[in-house]
């Protein structure tokens, strides 16, 4: 319990980088407690952040929805669509959380701390969810709209204007030929947790030569993350 401890003391600085001041402080210490914590201490009966991850997630479509049909009035439901599965993905998703360093404030089981769980693309997207549902719990769904307006503006601004580039492996593939002949290759390599909560785990691999790793809920956005790791890896 000294976790929890510790992280109800650093709670005012991750207000503060979120821009919302919590009236109850469970709320936002619910949405950082995952499950593998959850399931660690489990004389204490402790919940975790999926029920709050599931109402966030569609409070957050909701309101990325309205943003789109009163931004673009002549787009058409597929268009609409098209946008909103850009804006809302694991990979922005991950990126928001990133910034407000979510990772360093969540509370993981010893296991899913030793594997590198606090820059796990699936935790750190669910937990950005979790603290949407729990703003909205705590004060309403204005507060939860303005937070993920602040804290998606660029990414909803892009989108919208459709220029947000989220083809990854093609955008690899332009990449790498720009120097030499290459093969470029994908490859699930894990799958964990339950059928209807499947995280899939690729590979990409230029000339043999494993280039990024990354996951996601289906094969193809895990290999689009795999290839987002690998640009990031060839521009540092």
């Known amino acids: ?11 005012p600085l991750l207000e503060e980088k979120i821009g919302y001041c919590f009236k109850n402080k469970e709320n936002l210490v619910l949405a950082l407690t995952h499950s593998s914590y959850a399931n660690e201490i489990k004389n204490h009966r402790m919940q975790s952040n999926e029920r709050l991850e599931f109402l966030g997630d569609a409070v957050l479509n909701i309101a990325i929805s309205e943003k789109i049909y009163l931004s673009k009035s002549g787009l058409a439901e597929g268009e609409m669509t098209r946008v909103r599965s850009n804006i809302v993905c694991e990979a922005s998703l991950m990126d928001c959380s990133n910034k407000l360093n979510i990772g360093s404030f969540l509370l993981l089981g010893k296991g899913e701390e030793m594997t590198g769980g606090r820059g796990r693309t699936s935790i750190l997207s669910d937990t950005f969810e979790a603290i949407i549902g729990a703003i909205y719990l705590d004060s309403g769904l204005d507060n939860a709209k303005a937070f993920i307006y602040e804290q998606m ?9 459709g220029t947000m580039f989220t083809d990854y492996k093609t955008q690899l593939q332009e990449e790498m030929q720009k120097s030499s002949e290459c093969r470029i290759l994908y490859e699930i390599i894990d799958e964990q947790g339950p059928d209807h909560n499947k995280v899939f785990i690729s590979q990409v691999k230029v000339n043999d030569v494993v280039m990024g790793t990354g996951e996601g809920r289906s094969k193809k956005e895990a290999e689009q993350s795999a290839a987002k790791k690998a640009i990031i890896s060839l521009k540092n």
């Open 153 to 161: 503006k660029e990414i909803i601004e892009n989108s919208i204007k």
């Open 1 to 11: 319990m000294k976790r929890i401890v510790s992280l109800k003391e650093r709670i």
